[in-house]
Every structure is written in C-alpha cells, then in structure tokens.
C-alpha cells in the first residue's frame, strides 16, 4: 500500500511558479510526497501551487525509485505498489486509467460523493509524514528562492525522516 498527498502552499518566488489569481498574485508551492504503509516518505515532488494535483501523479509515481519490500529479498527491486490511497485532488478518469493500466490498486476519495473520515484510517500516516516534513523550518516557512534549493531541502529532509525510523 502507498498513499500521496500534497503540502500546504505558501509563497516563496516567482521565479519557480506561475502566478494564481487566488493566491492575489503570489507565487506558491506545493510538496507531493509518495509514502509507504508506515509512513516513510519514498519520493517528494515540489510543484507549483497552481499545478493540479492531478497533473503530478503519474510523474511521481514515474520517477519512483525501487524499493524492496524486505530485507535480503531477492530479486529486483518493486517499482510500483500494490495499492494507492490518495485524497480527492486525484479523482479524475486519467488518473485512474493510468494507475488500473498499471497494475496499481485504486483507492480515492470520490469528489461530492464520499467524505474524507472514510479514508482516515491510512491517510493519517500521510498526514503525519507531511507534518514530519514540516517541522524542518526551513521548508515549513519556504526561506529558499529556488527551486533547486528548495527539492535538495526536501530530499533532505525526507532521508532524515527514514534515517531516524530505522531500527
């Protein structure tokens, strides 16, 4: 099981993100973070706010790097999981056609139809890597210009979180 969910946005340059007409003209940022069932973060992803969740879920699942599911398993290591929580954001049929075309468990919250109280049984474990994520300051307050600072800090961030879950 895997589940994906986005951070917060806030404001950090123009020079990354596009303008949103609802954020009156800021620039803002988004962190698409791709987990396991225990919560360790296995990809992050930092887009613009105005970019649809939607848009990034085949990208990140794209770009994940293999993961094996216990140590001293042979074989290669598993690219894609076996089933994907995710939040409303990725309730479209393009999204569910790429991941039933790949193999991949669909389990979304349904737009208007089904609320999200449901799917806190497992989305708490997404939640709580996101609020992992931002106890580091500085990606909670967005000091950095750039968006290569800004996916290093995330990156970062993320081998700290698996660095202190380990045994």
Request: glycine share 10%; proline share 5%; hydrophobic share 35%.
């Amino acid at each position: 099981m895997t589940a994906v969910d986005l951070g917060p946005p806030a404001a950090y340059t123009a020079r990354v993100t596009r303008l949103s007409p609802t954020d009156r003209g800021k620039a803002g940022s988004k962190y698409h973070v791709l987990c396991d069932r225990n919560g360790l973060p296995l990809h992050a992803v930092v887009t613009g706010a105005n970019t649809h969740d939607s848009r990034i879920l085949a990208e990140l699942l794209d770009t994940n790097p293999g993961v094996r599911e216990r140590r001293g398993q042979a074989g290669r290591p598993r690219r894609r999981p076996g089933k994907l929580h995710a939040d409303k954001g990725y309730d479209y049929p393009r999204c569910r056609r790429y991941l039933t075309g790949r193999g991949i468990g669909v389990r979304i919250a349904r737009r208007g139809v089904e609320d999200s109280s449901r799917l806190g049984r497992v989305r708490w474990v997404v939640e709580r890597t996101m609020a992992w994520l931002l106890s580091f300051r500085r990606l909670g307050l967005r000091y950095e210009r750039s968006r290569t600072s800004i996916e290093a800090l995330l990156k970062l961030a993320c081998a700290l979180i698996c660095l202190r879950r380990l045994p």
